[in-house]
């Protein structure tokens, strides 16, 4: 990263003062395309990596993106390249939209023309096998890096039709958090700050399990008092994992946190919801992939946490139970009654810490 950036840090009594920053986005999907025309809005001189050049030049053509976001035009001033090296060297700030399958290939790619910028996961997901987190992932590939991750709220067709909304940036490195928010924050984008690089990560990992289980609700038609009993203790059994594995539980109260749990689970936009609702409704997993087009996420993250859980003793009743019915073919309805005969629990564990064993 450029030393401007940093130099010109602005005090808290001039919060306006605004450095044009150099970003580009890795990635053309929905959220790449998004974060891109939010920096390009904010003022930044932003590029978008796509890897297909036939498209590139579509979009730098026509300022759409046909395939994941086609009913929106992108800001005048995006530019588009499949040109990697183009795209990455003499930047500020990258930004990774990546899969989080394709995640390490694609910063192996990179890294030969790395040599200072910051890099920022934007990917809300865990590398198969591995479980690596993207933060793991950027240290492993690109040790000498500043980086960060950045996580929240933030479903793209809403933040491409300028709804706002706000996010949380988390990096160890103070100058990756300002640069961040010099980069992203506007009247319609606010950027909070978190150092619990693990805790935002896992947070938006996590929350599209119980996105997925959201939207098999949904098509169960379930109550009110019933969502809100299934997002509460999603919200405890993603922080009692997030836990076991370092993170600070008070992160999860955070936009990362419940506020993400709330927009993902909530809203028919999220394509981890959208899967939960067509196996409701009765499709295959396949089916219902095939249908999206797009990634998500919680698919893999419910069979790799569950895994991981077993690993390391964590109870995860709505994780395994999931599991049961996506992998196992296990009816819904039995094991959501079985869910309801867990035993007598603590609400907050942090509070009050189980004396029973888990059943
Ligand atoms: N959409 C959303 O609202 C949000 C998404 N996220 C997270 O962002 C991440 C990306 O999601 P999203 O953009 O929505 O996903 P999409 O499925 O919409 O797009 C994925 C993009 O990644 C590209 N890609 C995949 N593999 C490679 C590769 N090896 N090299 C280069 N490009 C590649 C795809 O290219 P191609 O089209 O050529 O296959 C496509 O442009 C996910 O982890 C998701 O959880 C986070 C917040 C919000
Ligand atoms: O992470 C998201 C919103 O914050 C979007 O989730 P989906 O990947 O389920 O669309």
Known sequence: MTDIAIEKKPSPETPSLKVPMRVTVLGGGSFGTAMANVASRNGCDTRMFIRDPAIAKEMQETRRNQRYLPDFVMDENLSFTSDIEYAVRDRDLILVAIPSSSFREVLRQIAPFISGQAIVSLTKGIEPDSFALMSDIIREELPQVAYGVLSGPNLAK??????????????????????????????????????????????????????????????????????????????????????????????????????????????????????????????????????????????????????????????????????????????????????????????????????????
């Open 158 to 359: 809403e933040l491409m039709a300028g709804i706002p909304a706000g996010t949380v940036i988390a990096s160890p490195s103070e100058a990756v958090r300002f640069a961040v928010h010099q980069a992203l924050a506007s009247a319609l984008f606010r950027v909070f700050a978190n150092t619990d690089v693990q805790g935002v990560e896992l947070g938006g990992a996590l929350k599209n399990i119980y996105a997925v289980a959201m939207g098999m609700g949904a098509a169960y038609h379930v109550g009110e008092n019933t969502r809100s009993m299934l997002l509460t203790r999603a919200l405890a059994e993603m922080s009692r994992f997030a836990v076991r594995l370092g993170a600070n539980p008070l992160t999860f109260l955070g936009l990362s946190g419940v506020g993400d749990l709330i927009a993902t689970c909530s809203s028919p936009l999220s394509r981890n919801y959208q899967i939960g609702l067509a196996l409701g409704q009765g499709k295959t997993l396949a089916e219902a992939v095939e249908a999206l087009g797009q990634t998500a996420e919680g698919i893999n993250t419910i069979r790799q946490v569950r895994a991981q859980a077993e690993i390391l003793d964590v109870y995860m009743p709505i994780t395994c139970a999931l599991y049961e019915v996506i992998y196992e073919g296990k009816p819904p309805l039995g094991i959501a009654l079985a869910l309801m005969q867990n035993g007598h629990r603590s609400d907050v564990e942090f509070v009050l810490p189980n004396t029973t064993p888990a059943s």
